[in-house]
């Protein structure tokens, strides 16, 4: 594409971020989204057919604006990320968006599991590398972990947004953690791990 | 309330069920729900004013219909109990609409956080039990520990729902007992548990 049809389409993706995250996918319309995004209908309909095919791209690629913590590879990176993540829902228009619609979509019937599979594809790579490192549990299953860290992140994320505004979330993740790593590590590897809470209370 | 009057409100609850899971509250009106109940309507506003109470009434009743699993208490009742509820998923539809609804609430505004307080109170009371029987690990905090089996069962069932049409639901939640149980249980203890995955799939 060229480098303003590229630019016309980032500005299609987070306008309908920020429309979807105002009034979910029922309330919204490829019209109001077109509108907040400014650009011509034509320019947006060169990318994007229908409010589904936009939702889908929201859902598909929430993680794009993310800037992943950096450090060594292991447990203490992974840990790090998902705090990071609970974090960014707070002030992430696009990740807060796409994981709203990514939870919300059976009314939509978008049937878009492919950005859970992903998730759980980056957290296992993760574990893994953490394995590499001598730092799990030999009977640790990395793609079980993955996938259930997944859920429990998930879940979390919709109960902490209806009892905090998602302020509790980075503590409800502390706790996660707390229960995930002694079936995944041993504890002289969990002990020099921190879990830290920045800008969100610890809860229960 | 007299007999006609509990029956009449047990009937527009069941209704309410059946079409807020079949088309979702944007979809639902409570014309629809009255007229599926067929009950007249001035007995139904006598229970119901609105949509949005009918839809509060289906999240909160959500355990109406369940028969929970007896035998001794302790984590393996406990364990059944979350196996059962992955059954019932799929063919209760009071639970299912009563979950979806639970998770699709931004769409309505309706901030029902209680049924997942009150599902991680019942947890937590079964881990209590567990406690008593010298189930549980001394350090094992079981307020935290229910709280992310529910963060886990809700984000689980959404996976589930779009992976399989929850048909690996019941895989998925031994999965999830199977990260969480080193945190909670002594190994002996773990050993004597029984994970029965009876109609699902195990599944990662």
Known sequence: ???????????LLRAAAEVFGEVGYPGASIAKIIDRAGVTTGAAYFHFRSKEGLARAVIREQAADLDFPEGEAGLQRLLDLT????????????????VRLAVEQSEAGLQEYS???WWAERFEQELEEARERGELLPEADAAVFASTLVAAFTGAQIMSQLASGRADLP???????????????????????????DGGADTR
């Open 171 to 197: 503590g409800r993740i502390a706790n996660l953690w707390r229960c995930l790593l002694p079936g995944l590590a041993p504890a002289d590897v969990i002990d020099r791990l921190e879990i830290t809470v």
């Open 83 to 98: 705090l990071y993540l609970a974090r960014e829902m707070r002030r992430n228009t696009l990740l807060r968006a796409g």
């Open 115 to 117: 950005i859970y599979q």
């Open 1 to 11: 594409m060229q480098e303003r049809a590229v630019r016309t389409r980032e500005v």
